[in-house]
């Protein structure tokens, strides 16, 4: 008898390809495993074929495949490898990290991409689960991985405002904060890897780049693989330091930003392109994806601390093979995550007045709740534009034309020999094909300043929403610190080390404050310029309208 597998999600098929939509509890017949990049063959019950990720099943045992079985929930983690294919996923995303019994050649090193690289079909539904459920550890979780979310769960330590994206491509390695504040983390970190921060002025900054580059992203291409069964864009980055081009697919950027939000937690780290946008590999979607992926290299190539990280410098500079596996298990393997982060940081000896950093994170506090609403508006209302100039500006403006045009076909079946009248006649259909062209611009302008502004707005978006996490990751630090003097108070912690603790808590400070300001200084930039950019569109484009109907005014004189 043929193997058969139980959906454990829904998964929505691209359409035109192999692809299979599977419902979650669908019992499936398993017919080629071989397929590779992490899907499965298999048949439905009502005979159709088709490919489906292998995340997105578990195999069923022969007495579960029974016809008179009812199939048994998804297995818990402590049920049998075998059951899994020997993998471990990361249950209910779309990446998986492969075991160590199989090759992990460059391509299986990004294996299953479930998404397409410009956007899915219908968002892929997982199933419901109550609070209780929830701490409940998942199909294929790794036990680190449910410690730490029941430790997330019961410790106010650390404790995060907002949504937290979780690693998908690795079992969870973050390290509790603890470990760098009570100094039980022991780890020497060379000079050539230290980070400093200085003061300037009446405040504190990361130490400036000295040696600044930036990254073009170009050159988008489709490529396939299984002889077109699975398509893809490659983007092409060139750093000028080098100007040496290496090719990354989104999925490379995701898993680069997995791993940037997880080492670096009291830095905001830019957004990604959103993966659900419509349409497949148009051409526009695809420059809009490239766009927003150089807002997000060019944020890196400026930040102080990102664009030296190791993680990013491997990111655009390997294109061997075997270096990139290296560079890549060292990276998953990062010891200093998080606030052990800090152990890299040397700042300035003066201990910082623990009430004046509590009156600055309240002012970002207070200052991000109300800039995250203006992004998101100003986001909103670039759609919004956009929309409009695309549809019901273009088709007014085309009525209006259409309807003048028409006037001057009437006059024209009475011209007779008279030549102003021949004149007048053909003012007005030039009047109106005036109005038709003036829609096609409003169709065209959007790309030139509303997508635009939007798409550094989006960057914004991204960048603010983080920061609520921020702050919390440096509460959390302040609240154990607090913790400790009430111990030793109590005298239940020695004076020495409550000295450690509060020399390392104004470290976390310092990082925080040379966060904030780096953050007002670039965007007090490149909000003048984005503005000024944007006007500059404007302005143009009422200029070319204007020049237009002059145009045509004039035939009126003529």
Same mark, same amino acid.
């Given at each position: 008898?043929?193997?058969? $597998?139980?959906?454990?999600?829904?998964?929505?098929?691209?359409?035109?390809?192999?692809?299979?939509?599977?419902?979650?509890?669908? $019992?499936?017949?398993?017919?080629?495993?071989?397929?590779?990049?992490?899907?499965?063959? !298999?048949?439905?019950?009502?005979?159709?074929?088709?490919?489906?990720?292998?995340?997105?099943?578990?195999?069923?045992?022969?007495?579960?495949?029974?016809?008179? &079985?009812?199939?048994?929930?998804?297995?818990?983690?402590?049920?049998?490898?075998?059951?899994?294919?020997?993998?471990? =996923?990361?249950?209910?995303?779309?990446?998986?990290?492969?075991?160590?019994?199989?090759?992990?050649?460059?391509?299986?090193?990004? /294996?299953?991409?479930?998404?397409?690289?410009?956007?899915?079909?219908?968002?892929?539904?997982?199933?419901?689960?109550?609070?209780?459920?929830?701490?409940?550890?998942?199909?294929?979780?790794?036990?680190?991985?449910?410690?730490?979310?029941?430790?997330?769960?019961?410790?106010?330590?650390?404790?995060? $405002?907002?949504?937290?994206?979780?690693?998908?491509?690795?079992?969870?390695?973050?390290?509790?904060? @603890?470990?760098?504040?009570?100094?039980?983390?022991?780890?020497?970190?060379?000079?050539?890897?230290?980070?400093?921060?200085?003061?300037?002025?009446?405040?504190?900054?990361?130490?400036?780049?000295?040696?600044?580059?930036?990254?073009?992203?170009?050159?988008? &291409?489709?490529?396939?693989?299984?002889?077109?069964?699975?398509?893809?864009?490659?983007?092409?980055?060139?750093?000028?330091?080098?100007?040496?081009?290496?090719?990354?697919?989104?999925?490379?950027?995701?898993?680069?930003?997995?791993?940037?939000?997880?080492?670096?937690?009291?830095?905001?780290?830019?957004?990604?392109?959103?993966?659900?946008?419509?349409?497949?590999? /148009?051409?526009?979607?695809?420059?809009?994806?490239?766009?927003?992926?150089?807002?997000?290299?060019?944020?890196?190539?400026?930040?102080?601390?990102?664009?030296?990280?190791?993680?990013?410098?491997?990111?655009?500079?390997?294109?061997?093979?075997?270096?990139?596996?290296?560079?890549?298990?060292?990276?998953?393997?990062?010891?200093?995550?998080?606030?052990?982060?800090?152990?890299?940081?040397?700042?300035?000896?003066?201990?910082?007045?623990?009430?004046?950093?509590?009156?600055?994170?309240?002012?970002?506090?207070?200052?991000?709740?109300?800039?995250?609403?203006?992004?998101?508006?100003?986001?909103?209302?670039?759609?919004?534009?956009?929309?409009?100039?695309?549809?019901?500006?273009?088709?007014?403006?085309?009525?209006?034309?259409?309807?003048? =045009?028409?006037?001057?076909?009437?006059?024209?079946?009475?011209?007779?020999?008279?030549?102003?009248?021949?004149?007048?006649?053909?003012?007005?259909?030039?009047? !109106?094909?005036?109005?038709?062209?003036?829609?096609?611009?409003?169709?065209? #302008?959007?790309?030139?300043?509303?997508?635009?502004?939007?798409?550094?707005?989006?960057?914004? &978006?991204?960048?603010?929403?983080?920061?609520? /996490?921020?702050?919390?990751?440096?509460?959390?630090?302040?609240?154990?610190?607090?913790?400790?003097?009430?111990?030793?108070?109590?005298?239940?912690?020695?004076?020495? #080390?409550?000295?450690?603790?509060?020399?390392?808590?104004?470290?976390?400070?310092?990082?925080?404050?040379?966060?904030?300001?780096?953050? &007002?200084? @670039?965007?007090?930039?490149?909000?003048?310029?984005?503005?000024?950019?944007?006007?500059?569109?404007?302005?143009?484009?009422?200029?070319?309208?204007?020049?237009?109907?002059?145009?045509?005014?004039?035939?009126?004189?003529?």
């Amino acid at each position: 008898m043929a193997a058969q $597998v139980q959906a454990l999600y829904d998964f929505a098929g691209e359409p035109g390809t192999t692809e299979m939509s599977i419902t979650c509890g669908e $019992v499936l017949t398993l017919l080629n495993t071989d397929i590779g990049e992490g899907w499965w063959e !298999g048949k439905n019950a009502q005979g159709q074929t088709g490919l489906f990720p292998a995340a997105y099943v578990r195999k069923l045992s022969p007495e579960e495949s029974a016809p008179t &079985k009812v199939a048994p929930p998804a297995p818990r983690y402590d049920q049998a490898a075998d059951e899994w294919g020997e993998q471990q =996923y990361s249950a209910g995303d779309n990446n998986y990290q492969r075991a160590a019994s199989h090759d992990d050649g460059w391509d299986d090193d990004w /294996d299953d991409d479930t998404y397409s690289e410009i956007g899915p079909g219908a968002p892929q539904s997982k199933p419901s689960m109550s609070r209780q459920q929830q701490l409940t550890p998942l199909p294929g979780m790794p036990i680190s991985d449910f410690n730490q979310q029941m430790d997330d769960n019961t410790s106010s330590f650390g404790s995060t $405002v907002g949504t937290v994206r979780k690693n998908k491509f690795a079992p969870s390695s973050k390290i509790s904060g @603890e470990s760098y504040l009570l100094a039980t983390l022991n780890v020497e970190v060379p000079e050539t890897e230290k980070v400093y921060i200085v003061q300037e002025g009446d405040g504190y900054v990361w130490a400036q780049i000295t040696q600044p580059y930036n990254v073009t992203v170009a050159s988008p &291409k489709k490529e396939s693989k299984f002889k077109g069964i699975k398509s893809f864009i490659a983007y092409q980055l060139t750093p000028s330091f080098n100007n040496i081009q290496v090719s990354r697919r989104y999925k490379h950027f995701d898993w680069l930003h997995e791993r940037l939000q997880e080492k670096f937690t009291l830095i905001p780290i830019p957004p990604l392109p959103d993966k659900q946008i419509s349409g497949r590999y /148009d051409e526009q979607l695809i420059e809009r994806r490239r766009v927003q992926l150089q807002e997000f290299v060019d944020w890196m190539c400026k930040h102080p601390v990102l664009s030296k990280s190791d993680v990013w410098q491997h990111f655009l500079t390997c294109t061997d093979e075997k270096r990139w596996k290296a560079g890549k298990r060292q990276a998953e393997r990062d010891n200093l995550l998080g606030l052990n982060y800090c152990v890299s940081l040397v700042v300035p000896e003066k201990a910082l007045l623990q009430s004046q950093v509590d009156h600055i994170t309240e002012q970002c506090h207070t200052f991000i709740g109300s800039m995250d609403t203006a992004v998101k508006s100003v986001t909103n209302m670039c759609l919004a534009q956009t929309k409009r100039f695309q549809g019901p500006y273009k088709t007014d403006c085309q009525k209006v034309g259409e309807a003048i =045009y028409n006037l001057g076909n009437a006059l024209s079946l009475d011209e007779g020999t008279v030549i102003s009248t021949a004149k007048l006649t053909s003012a007005i259909k030039m009047t !109106g094909g005036a109005y038709i062209e003036i829609g096609r611009m409003y169709e065209d #302008q959007p790309k030139y300043d509303w997508e635009p502004l939007g798409d550094k707005f989006h960057l914004y &978006k991204g960048i603010v929403g983080s920061f609520p /996490d921020v702050l919390a990751n440096h509460k959390g630090a302040v609240q154990k610190r607090r913790e400790c003097e009430r111990l030793t108070a109590e005298h239940k912690m020695e004076v020495a #080390q409550l000295n450690e603790v509060l020399r390392r808590t104004d470290v976390i400070s310092y990082a925080l404050l040379a966060e904030i300001n780096h953050f &007002k200084s @670039e965007r007090t930039e490149d909000l003048k310029a984005t503005m000024q950019k944007f006007l500059r569109q404007q302005i143009n484009f009422y200029k070319r309208i204007v020049e237009k109907l002059e145009v045509t005014l004039n035939q009126y004189d003529e």
